[in-house]
């Protein structure tokens, strides 16, 4: 017989790395191999969107997409970065790119 | 005008049928363009704030007020941020107005159940500016219970050690820029009317309405009467078709078993308003907007009411479902209107008593409703805030308001408007008559009885 059915089987199972104090906040430490670059320039390029949202001179960022708070930005003359829209054409269908720093809190 | 036109043509009531009748053409609408595709919803998504229209609408509004700033004080003026204000300098700012107001309608208080009260106004009003970033009271030479919330302006004077601005003087961004309007050969009439209140109960309104569609249709009066009514080319609907009784709700606080056979009050009412609209627009083109107790969404823009509630009228291809507010150009001239809710809604929360005095003042702070969204309910728009005055119309109205007045204003710009106040029809029996040629607008009354003519000349007309 298996082991008894718990009520928290439903749920799937993730290990969390727990490092040394010190060391849990995180993988910064380069690691060899491919994978970091490519991480990197991803994390600079929501780096570079979540300043496009924090900017206040485009008006509110909350429940809109990035891309439509751009598209209003620019019909206005605002002038919003090239390099956001860039970034947002390179990945379409991503939330974490097309969707705002706090698109997971209601309203 | 009209009244005059019908008085030279020889009287032939009450004489031996002719050989042959005379039959009047309706004037032909030469051109008739519907510019309200800004306020179509496409797309209704409400899990959206507000914050965007105001953003929007400072955005779009800043521009216009820094150049009225600059031709009132000096082109030297500065345009400062709240956030670069220094102490007791003179400069000047461009923020959104908002009042704070003690007797504004809170769900808290709306528990207790107070009755609704005409005017909230209140002594102790405050009025705060606030711009992109920050907020600041002011005091000084500002008419406080004058201004309502969401009014973009522009102030100019200095901040005091108490951390309030004090206000010297201040502008708004007045009139839009305008097209002269084409000159027209003859005269033609649009006619203007709102608050048909069908479905009330009263059958004093019904004989009125009634012998509105008749004196539009040509089947009252004399010759001279019917000439003049083909010179109508368009009839125009503003709003509150059906009665506010309609709208009353008690079938749902009853039991189910004693409403289940009764019908709501709204339906009888549109049929009534189907079988209007049939005789209208079988005669001339009609464009009927929704109005407050209309069959229509809340928000405002008001969407146009679906056609399958007019089986009988929709057949004719002169029917018009529009929007409110409502735009068009009629034979060169625009028009601009709506049902009334924004005027009604500035009138409570402000000390100004004559609805064509706000009227005109929608028109200078050049926004439709500042008000909405925070007393009237609008649609959280995010892209643009459609109801800044891209354009100055020529006819700019408001429908439902308690009497009928009409005022042609000018603006800085040799702007020229003719306002118009179109009231009640069902309490008042009275519509508007605008000839397009001379811009002038003429009220026309109906009474149930007694020797009264027909119409009421020289009230109100322009220059």
Same mark, same amino acid.
């Given at each position: 017989m298996g082991r008894k059915r718990l009520i928290t089987d439903s749920y799937p199972v993730v290990k969390r790395r727990e490092g040394p104090a010190g060391h849990s906040k995180g993988?910064? =430490?380069?690691?060899? !191999?491919? #994978? +970091?670059? %490519?991480?990197?320039?991803?994390?600079?390029?929501?780096?570079?969107?979540?300043?496009?949202?924090?900017?206040?001179?485009?008006?509110?960022?909350?429940?809109?997409?990035?891309?439509?708070?751009?598209?209003? =930005?620019?019909?206005? !003359?605002? #002038? +919003?970065? %090239?390099?956001?829209?860039?970034?947002?054409?390179?990945?379409?269908?991503?939330?974490?790119f097309q969707c705002s720093l706090w698109h997971l809190y209601p309203l | 005008m009209f009244s005059e036109q019908a008085a030279q043509r020889a009287h032939t009531l009450l004489s031996p049928p002719s050989a042959n009748n005379a039959t009047f053409a309706r004037v032909p609408v030469a051109t008739y363009t519907n510019s309200s595709q800004p306020f179509r919803l496409g797309e209704r998504s409400f899990s959206r704030q507000y914050a965007h229209i105001y953003a929007t609408r400072l955005i779009q509004m800043r521009p216009f007020l820094?150049?009225?700033?600059?031709?009132?004080?000096?082109?030297?003026?500065?345009?400062?941020k709240l956030c670069e204000l220094q102490p007791e300098e003179k400069c000047c700012v461009v923020g959104t107005l908002f009042k704070a107001m003690p007797l504004q309608p809170s769900i808290l208080r709306e528990v207790s159940e107070e009755p609704p009260r005409s005017k909230y106004i209140h002594p102790d009003d405050e009025l705060v500016l606030e711009d992109e970033l920050q907020r600041i009271k002011l005091k000084g030479t500002i008419d406080v219970s004058k201004l309502v919330t969401g009014t973009v302006l522009a102030v100019f004077g200095s901040v005091r050690d108490d951390g309030k601005f004090l206000v010297e003087d201040y502008c708004f961004a007045d009139l839009a820029p305008q097209k002269p309007a084409p000159p027209l050969d003859t005269d033609r009439f649009v006619l203007l009317v709102s608050g048909l209140g069908l479905g009330g109960g009263g059958g004093e309104s019904l004989l009125g309405t009634q012998l509105l569609v008749d004196v539009v249709t040509g089947q009252l009066g004399d010759e001279g009467e019917q000439c003049s009514a083909a010179h109508v080319s368009r009839v125009i609907l503003a709003g509150n078709l059906l009665s506010h009784s309609t709208q009353s709700r008690d079938s749902i606080n009853k039991a189910k078993y004693l409403t289940k056979k009764t019908q709501a009050a709204s339906v009888e009412a549109v049929k009534m308003l189907d079988e209007i609209l049939l005789q209208l627009s079988a005669s001339v083109p009609v464009d009927v907007m929704p109005g407050e107790f209309d069959p229509t969404n809340y928000t405002l823009p008001q969407q146009p009411l679906h056609p399958c509630m007019f089986p009988l009228a929709t057949a004719y291809s002169t029917l018009q479902l529009v929007t409110n507010p409502y735009q068009a150009t009629i034979d060169g001239v625009r028009f601009l209107g709506t049902s009334g809710q924004n005027v009604s809604d500035i009138f409570r929360y402000s000390s100004m008593e004559d609805h064509l005095e706000i009227l005109e003042w929608t028109l200078r702070v050049r926004h439709i409703s500042p008000t909405a969204p925070d007393t009237l309910g609008c649609y959280p728009f995010y892209k643009t805030d459609p109801f800044i005055f891209p354009e100055c119309p020529h006819v700019y109205f408001c429908g439902n308001t308690p009497s009928f007045g009409s005022k042609i204003i000018r603006g800085p710009e040799d702007q020229?408007?003719?306002?118009?106040?179109?009231?009640?029809?069902?309490?008042?029996?009275?519509?508007?008559?605008?000839?397009?040629?001379?811009?002038?607008?003429?009220?026309i009354s109906f009474s149930g009885f007694g020797a009264e003519d027909d119409d009421l000349g020289g009230l109100g007309l322009g220059p």
């Open positions: 993988e910064l =430490a380069p690691e060899l !191999g491919e #994978e +970091p670059q %490519p991480r990197d320039e991803e994390e600079a390029e929501l780096e570079l969107l979540r300043q496009f949202d924090l900017a206040w001179q485009y008006g509110p960022c909350t429940g809109i997409t990035r891309l439509q708070r751009w598209c209003r =930005a620019k019909q206005m !003359g605002l #002038e +919003p970065p %090239p390099e956001v829209w860039q970034v947002l054409k390179t990945h379409p269908g991503d939330p974490r | 820094e150049n009225r700033a600059q031709q009132h004080w000096g082109s030297g003026v500065g345009v400062k020229t408007v003719l306002l118009v106040t179109v009231p009640d029809f069902s309490a008042t029996q009275t519509a508007c008559l605008v000839n397009l040629r001379s811009l002038a607008c003429q009220p």
